[in-house]
């Protein structure tokens, strides 16, 4: 399956080197099976020669192939070369020419941003890394940009979201081609602990927590207190009075220290309580009771709207996966 990686300069090492890590992992997985079936990969650049990477380092490339060839998979790494291209950039004439003829087009990172420059996502979903969903929906709009999940497929177009993510992505596609059994041995192979779903949500909660950190020290004690006692009453009215606050003056305050209401702050913490639990193998009635949720139902429409992915197959796709 002849699979051509696009590297821009400054692209980040990690867009290139992870998915193609995958590919290679997937092919000799798939030659012991018997198989005769493989990635054929080539990392390519406009004007063939070096590629710097945005850490310094340098990479030998091809080419860019005759867009009259025939491909399985045309991937865009991120970057700000992909980022800054312009409509007449040679990396963009060559996508237009060439994703006809291709069985899908992908991206990793920022390289979404060459897809929309080359027309690629107009009327089509898509994503990004977190940090530039705005500046892609504000620079393409007509690209539907979905700030949430790691990677999304409309049609034979898919796009993932930051750096290691596009890992997951290269998974994804490897399921698709060679079946569930070789991309799960791919990931054992390359020790990554989870296969992870396409529609789970780029953050952990526990990392939102960590940007949501409250100034105050009031409110920031609060929120250490919280974290401890998610089994607690933790209603507006409850940590209002904790904080020796009127409810109106507390949920105004938290929101202006941490940009999250009350109710999606608690939330957010119990969905990483939960999300430890299960994946150490907790029952998801148990997870449930002992992140604060009121039952194992609400569990699972809380892991549904924030995740993309009930607390069951999360569990059981962690387990399988390190098993």
Same mark, same amino acid.
């Given at each position: ?6 590297? @821009? ?37 406009? *004007? ?7 850490? *310094? ?25 992909? %980022?800054?291209? =312009? ?13 006809? /003829? ?33 500046? @892609? ?19 034979? #177009?898919?796009?993932?979201? *930051? ?7 290269? @998974?994804? +596609?490897?399921?698709?081609?060679? *079946? ?6 791919? !990931? ?5 602990? +989870?296969? /992870? ?13 960590? #940007? ?25 009215? !409850?940590? !209002? ?14 929101? !202006? ?13 119990? #969905? ?5 639990? +299960?994946?150490? =193998? ?6 449930? %009771? ?9 569990? /699972? ?7 993309? #992915? ?6 059981? /796709? ?6």
């Amino acid at each position: 399956m002849r699979t051509v990686v696009m590297a @821009l300069e400054s692209t980040q090492s990690l867009d290139v080197h992870g998915p193609v890590e995958v590919f290679q992992a997937a092919s000799r997985i798939a030659a012991q099976r018997g198989l005769a079936v493989g990635y054929e990969v080539e990392i390519v650049t406009p *004007g063939g020669g070096g590629v710097a990477f945005s850490n *310094g380092l340098t990479l030998g490339a091809g080419e860019l192939p005759s867009p009259r060839g025939e491909f399985h998979t045309i991937l865009v790494a991120g970057g700000a070369a992909a %980022r800054h291209a =312009g409509a007449d950039d040679p990396a963009i004439v060559w996508l237009r020419a060439a994703a006809p /003829r291709a069985q899908r087009v992908t991206s990793v990172c920022t390289g979404a941003f060459a897809l929309a420059t080359a027309g690629l996502l107009d009327g089509r979903r898509a994503t990004t890394h977190w940090a530039y969903c705005r500046a @892609l929906a504000r620079t393409h709009p007509a690209v539907s940009v979905d700030p949430e999940p790691i990677y999304v497929r409309d049609g034979d #177009v898919w796009t993932s979201a *930051g750096v290691t993510a596009g890992m997951d992505l290269a @998974l994804a +596609l490897v399921e698709e081609d060679l *079946g569930s059994a070789i991309a799960l041995e791919a !990931a054992r192979w390359l020790v990554l602990f +989870l296969k /992870r779903p396409g529609g789970q949500a780029q953050f952990s909660a526990g990392l939102a927590m960590q #940007v949501a950190s409250a100034a105050r020290e009031p409110l920031r004690d609060l929120q250490a207190w919280m974290a401890d006692h998610l089994d607690a009453d933790l209603s507006v009215g !409850a940590l !209002a009075a904790r904080a020796c606050l009127s409810e109106r003056h507390f949920t105004r305050a938290w929101r !202006a220290e941490t940009g999250l209401t009350p109710a999606a702050y608690v939330e957010a913490l119990r #969905v990483e309580r939960a999300r430890t639990l +299960l994946e150490d =193998g907790a029952a998801v009635d148990v997870a449930a %009771r002992a992140a604060g949720f009121a039952s194992a139902e609400v569990l /699972r429409r809380v892991f549904h709207r924030r995740l993309g #992915v009930g607390p069951a197959a999360y569990r059981d /796709r962690f387990k399988s996966a390190v098993a």
